[in-house]
């Protein structure tokens, strides 16, 4: 199934079409990394996705996600696996407030369940964490010049944050028995990032470079998730094919380091960790409408001392231009 979705993206990335040469150089820069990725103290409810895909329309849109894990139902080596699977439905947009500011939105419902050897099968569902961010544009180049001239480099410097509100549940009890800490639809804190955004241009060609901080702190039932750092390298490319549809693939890297949870101020053991993915993407518009997939495959692994294992995560999008 793995190598099927694989594929699939990969053909579709790669259909022939005619590049269109005065398009404004960055005119599908990605966006922010960061969305109500937290959990699992090793992200198992998030992450990476990217914030706004590749594309700098001001839109709403609904996106799915889907993540495959699998964690330990013990701390011992021979404690069974459990097959887990975190699904999320978003309605997410990006309004500008004047020239330079945007603000960002995520509202989401999560629905995940798994599967233990021995026990029965666990679903839980409802609203997730509600984030809100603005992000600045410190740099952006001039756009008519980039027409006039198109083999200027053209390059963008975006600085910002957010808050992700408390608004999903956080249940205690579904921690019980696994070392996944990550299988609930909220964290039950206030949590606040900070982050930078870069992107290079050149005619329809690009490279996006992100990096964001998560602070989070802890919920009423004395639990504390880990602060997380994400960042992403990527490469991307806009092409039109007979004037009415664009496709933008983009390949690249993402990352996410987890500092350690706690618990009544004391380090919870094993909840530390990082994943190294690599991504391939498309997006395409048509008019005002616009849409998008994305893959990820963790190539290097170490969440919850090897106790939690991603599978995959893809992603799927309908956004309309407002």
């Given at each position: ?41 090793c992200s198992g409810n998030g992450g ?129 028995g696994s070392v996944n800490p990550s ?140």
């Open positions: 199934m793995k190598n099927l979705m694989l594929g699939t993206l990969f053909f579709l990335a790669f259909i022939p079409v005619k590049a269109n040469p005065i398009r404004d150089s960055i005119a599908h820069e990605p966006s922010f990394l960061y969305e109500d990725c937290d959990v699992c103290g990476s996705m990217g914030y706004g895909g590749n594309f700098t329309n001001n839109f709403i849109g609904v996106r799915y996600m889907h993540q495959s894990y699998k964690s330990r139902d013990g701390i011992f080596n021979n404690s069974p696996w459990v097959e887990e699977n975190f699904n999320t439905m978003q309605v997410w947009s990006k309004i500008p407030i004047g020239e330079k500011i945007s603000v960002h939105a995520i509202v989401p419902y999560h629905f995940h369940n798994r599967d233990f050897k021995a026990k029965p099968h666990q679903k839980i569902n409802g609203l997730g964490d509600i984030s809100v961010l603005a992000f600045y544009e410190l740099v952006k180049t001039n756009k008519d010049s980039l027409l006039l001239n198109p083999d200027k480099l053209a390059h963008t410097l975006r600085a910002g944050g957010g808050i992700k509100a408390p608004t999903g549940n956080y249940e205690k009890d579904n921690n019980a299988f609930q639809v909220g964290t039950g804190s206030w949590d606040y990032t900070l982050g930078l955004d870069y992107s290079l241009g050149y005619r329809t060609y690009g490279a996006n470079v992100l990096l964001n901080y998560t602070f989070k702190s802890e919920n009423n039932l004395n639990y504390h998730f880990g602060n997380q750092t994400n960042y992403g390298l990527s490469f991307f490319g806009s092409f039109n094919t007979l004037n009415a549809v664009s496709f933008s693939p983009s390949i690249g890297i993402a990352g996410e380091i987890f500092e350690q949870n706690k618990q009544y101020n004391q380090p919870v053991s094993n909840t530390e960790g990082d994943v190294l993915f690599t991504q391939i993407g498309l997006h395409t518009t048509y008019n005002k409408w616009s849409f998008g997939a994305n893959l990820m495959l963790p190539v290097q692994q170490n969440l919850n001392a090897g106790l939690v294992e991603v599978n995959y995560r893809t992603a799927f999008y309908v956004n309309f231009s407002i």
